[in-house]
T-cell receptor, first 113, second 115 residues
Framework: AQKVTQAQTEISVVEKEDVTLDCVYE???????LFWYKQPPSGELVFLIR??????QNEISGRYSWNFQKSTSSFNFTITASQVVDSAVYFC??????????FGSGTKLNVKP | EAQVTQNPRYLITVTGKKLTVTCSQN?????MSWYRQDPGLGLRQIYY???????DKGDVPEGYKVSRKEKRNFPLILESPSPNQTSLYFC??????????????FGSGTRLTVV
């Protein structure tokens, strides 16, 4: 069975705090792809990052960083020095080699000024 | 600009009145899919299509129909909408090439209310 779990339903932080959004996945496939999407209050879904199962390198993009660990089946997302504009719902997703997507239930991040 | 275009953005309709939500992509993507998003349930797949004339059920297909007569278009049809189909709907497309597996490009969403 394939599954993506985002245990944090909602997180509130004060601006400039660092925050980590957790994502744990289950799959028996050896080839798979992991994604993070952002859904701001306006509602659209914005692609943030893609990782394939053979690439465990961490990635940093500005204030965003991602930690992929196959040993713990986790693909966590950290925002450094959070800003109000980071307030959104964040979805983690897994895509298997048969092009089936599995989405987590999302984590709502509230960044307060 | 590469994009997935959904229309309409907002729709209020009455129970039983057939409606179609259109979805069109300009990226020559093979794979297209429809999702509905409900509070606490995340994104659930309704139908997907691997290519022209190839469609298949997702996790919650009841009450919906789709067609894929052209590569760029993938309309979602509600033959007899009911209030439990009130939701936020997203169309998405992607490539399906094997070695470079891209994520979805999503449409802007359609907020449907059935009264």
């Amino acid at each position: 069975a394939q599954k993506v779990t985002q245990a944090q339903t909602e997180i509130s932080v004060v601006e400039k705090e660092d925050v980590t959004l957790d994502c744990v996945y289950e799959t028996r496939d050896t080839t798979y792809y992991l994604f993070w999407y952002k859904q701001p209050p306006s509602g659209e879904l914005v692609f943030l990052i893609r990782r394939n199962s053979f690439d465990e390198q961490n990635e940093i993009s500005g204030r965003y960083s991602w930690n992929f660990q196959k040993s713990t089946s986790s693909f966590n997302f950290t925002i450094t020095a959070s800003q109000v504009v980071d307030s959104a719902v964040y979805f983690c997703a897994l895509r298997n080699d048969f092009n089936k997507f599995y989405f987590g239930s999302g984590t709502k991040l509230n960044v307060k000024p | 600009e590469a994009q997935v275009t959904q229309n309409p953005r907002y729709l209020i309709t009455v129970t039983g009145k057939k409606l179609t939500v259109t979805c069109s992509q300009n990226m020559n993507h093979e794979y297209m899919s429809w999702y509905r998003q409900d509070p606490g349930l995340g994104l659930r797949q309704i139908y997907y299509s691997m290519n022209v004339e190839v469609t298949d059920k997702g996790d919650v297909p009841e009450g919906y129909k789709v067609s894929r007569k052209e590569k760029r278009n993938f309309p979602l049809i509600l033959e007899s909408p009911s209030p439990n189909q009130t939701s936020l709907y997203f169309c998405a497309s992607s490539l399906t090439s094997g070695t470079l597996n891209y994520g979805y490009t999503f449409g802007s969403g359609t907020r449907l209310t059935v009264v």
